[in-house]
Antibody, heavy 121, light 109 residues
């Protein structure tokens, strides 16, 4: 079965960087793009970016341009999201999600369990 | 950028009642790219509806979606205890970008 398993919770100081992983299994890794979405405490969902694990091409939301980097490792079927220059506003749960892009539709069909990143001095 | 506005922000209902959640887009969008998700506390969102009206695999038929243009609706017939959650609409545009509504919380009355 399709699974996206994320790395654990992190606590970082302001100005630091954090790298969250998302290991995919149960499907052909290079056939589906992966998204990253974040959710601040008690807030809604915010799309951050997308990566094509086959080749590594990316698109980032304007709000995150220059501050996040998405990468993929086909040997371990893992996608990574790194956020730099952290502030308290980056305290959130970060989700990876698989992109469904077949039969004309476009949505997120499977999600990771989320990884809480806390930014605190 | 397209903005999705959900209403109401929250509602309190009893099990067995029917609920309707609205998602209004700031401009006309393709229903092909309109989806709905359910999120329970401490969990990841779960896909309910895609293409505005198609139920995802394993979603009970008490969930339905409809709409076109700028106005979309998620309906739940006969609320079950496990349906109390937050519901989000989402749209894809070809920029590419994905936008979510702010969410609607369905609480037990």
């Amino acid at each position: 079965q399709v699974q996206l398993v994320q790395s654990g919770a992190e606590v970082k100081k302001p100005g630091a960087s954090v790298k969250v992983s998302c290991k995919a299994s149960g499907y052909t890794f290079t056939s589906y793009y992966i998204h990253w979405v974040r959710q601040a405490p008690g807030q809604g969902l915010q799309w951050m970016g997308i990566i094509n694990p086959s080749g590594g091409s990316t698109n980032y939301a304007q709000n995150f341009q220059g501050r996040i980097t998405l990468t993929s490792d086909t040997s371990t079927t893992t996608v990574y999201m790194e956020v730099s220059s952290l502030t308290s506003d980056d305290t959130a749960v970060y989700f990876c999600a698989r992109d469904h892009n077949t039969d004309g539709f476009r949505h997120f069909d499977y999600w990771g369990q989320g990884a809480l990143v806390t930014v605190s001095s | 950028d397209i903005v999705l506005t959900q209403s109401p922000g929250a509602l309190s209902l009893s099990p067995g009642e029917r609920v309707t959640v609205s998602c209004r887009a700031s401009q006309s969008v393709s229903s092909t790219y309109l989806a709905w998700y359910q999120q329970k506390p401490g969990q990841a969102p779960r896909l309910l509806i895609y293409g505005a009206s198609r139920r995802a695999t394993g979603i009970p038929d008490r969930f339905s979606g409809s709409g076109s243009g700028t106005d979309f609706t998620l309906s739940i017939n006969r609320l079950e205890p496990e349906d109390f959650a937050v519901y989000f609409c989402q749209h894809y545009s070809s920029s590419p970008s994905w936008t979510f509504g702010q969410g609607t919380k369905v609480e037990i009355k």
